[in-house]
């Protein structure tokens, strides 16, 4: 089985939503012991990077990180060039329910970047709503956010969180992934957060699982 990385490498001061301020600092501390390093988060961001986002973000009482159960569901990848990304995109295809649908936009060109936060694609409401009338599992995305940028209400992310979906934001790498779909093979799509009760999003290491 071969393993893609689909994650976005954060580091000590990487940039976090909206990409005005650093996500992430680390430091060492000096354990006494010669030769040895330790290390602690002086300030973390649980969406910084590529990072998934629990049912809890926008629904009280909902999933956390730590209850959503983990999945490994098939991977569907809808590559677009429109902003926000419209629901017609789902046309002709065979069903989606219990999938992980992924979208490419080519944004990650600007990962780790100011402009990464900037008028970057999303998903439109309508969109949200077709996937949910599908029974998709999970959804994911290049950009740092499935609602736009200019969002003051955050309606995606509402409709698909209250469905129960986990959302994975930030990916990368998805163009590496075409070759293999078109090759007719059948991936698998893992995305797995820190099991930290009552936390709402947390990093994770994004990867697709080609047999």
Not at 45 to 70: I, M
Not at 151 to 179: F, I, K
Request: charged share 15%; net charge negative; proline share 8%.
């Amino acid at each position: 089985m071969q393993i893609i990385d689909l994650s976005l490498e954060i580091r000590d001061g990487s940039l976090s939503y909206p990409g005005t301020a650093s996500g992430i600092a680390l430091e060492r501390i000096d354990s006494g012991f010669p030769g040895s390093i330790v290390s602690r988060f002086a300030h973390f961001d649980a969406h910084c990077g590529t990072h998934l986002d629990a049912p809890l973000h926008f629904v009280p009482g909902a999933d956390d990180v730590a209850t959503k159960p983990l999945m490994l569901p098939e991977l569907v990848m809808i590559s677009s060039t429109f902003n926000p990304i419209p629901a017609d995109v789902l046309d002709g295809l065979s069903s989606l329910e219990g999938k992980a649908v992924l979208f490419s936009t080519g944004w990650e060109v600007h990962a780790g970047t100011k402009a990464f936060f900037e008028g970057f694609p999303s998903l439109s409401p309508a969109l949200a709503e077709s996937l949910v009338a599908q029974n998709v599992a999970m959804v994911g995305l290049d950009s740092p956010s499935v609602d736009a940028a200019t969002t003051t209400d955050y309606p995606v992310h509402r409709v698909l969180l209250s469905a129960g979906m986990s959302l994975v934001e930030g990916l990368v790498n998805l163009p590496t992934l075409t070759p293999h779909i078109e090759s007719g093979h059948t991936l698998r799509f893992a995305a797995f957060p820190l099991r930290i009760r009552g936390l709402e999003g947390c990093p994770v290491r994004a990867v697709a699982l080609i047999p």
